[in-house]
């Protein structure tokens, strides 16, 4: 079955830097967009960057912009987030993300999404 399966986290102080890495098994990776999410304590889950199937194509989110860095190695399976400049307002719970859309003889999409189990960073002095 698909795996996906975030490692790095950790507690590291403001101005600090961590790289999160994010192993995927039982799926065909170079066929999915993948993501980094956060979920802070008590607010939703919000997309902190994507990257597209084959790496040409990256967005972030306002706040991470200039901070963090998304990759893939599609060799490896694995999509990473480098993380500089950390913020105490970047604690939170990472979570990666497989998404993928594919249409079928009919013309009809199927959508296929996958969560890791995340892995907390705590940004602290």
């Known amino acids: 079955q698909v795996q996906l399966v975030e490692s790095g986290g950790g507690l590291v102080q403001p101005g600090g830097s961590l790289m999160l890495s994010c192993a995927a098994s039982g799926m065909t990776f170079s066929s999915y967009t993948m993501s980094w999410y956060l979920q802070a304590p008590g607010k939703e889950r919000e997309l902190v960057a994507a990257i597209s199937s084959v790496g040409g194509s990256t967005k972030y989110s306002d706040s991470v912009k200039g901070r963090f860095t998304i990759s893939r190695d599609n060799a490896e399976n694995t999509v990473y987030l480098q993380m500089d400049s950390l913020k105490p307002e970047d604690t939170a719970v990472y979570y990666c993300?497989?998404?993928?859309?594919?249409?079928?003889?009919?013309?009809?999409?199927?959508?296929?999404?996958?969560w890791g189990q995340g892995t907390q960073v705590t940004v602290s002095s």
């Open positions: 993300n497989a998404l993928s859309r594919e249409a079928d003889y009919s013309g009809r999409v199927h959508e296929y999404e996958y």
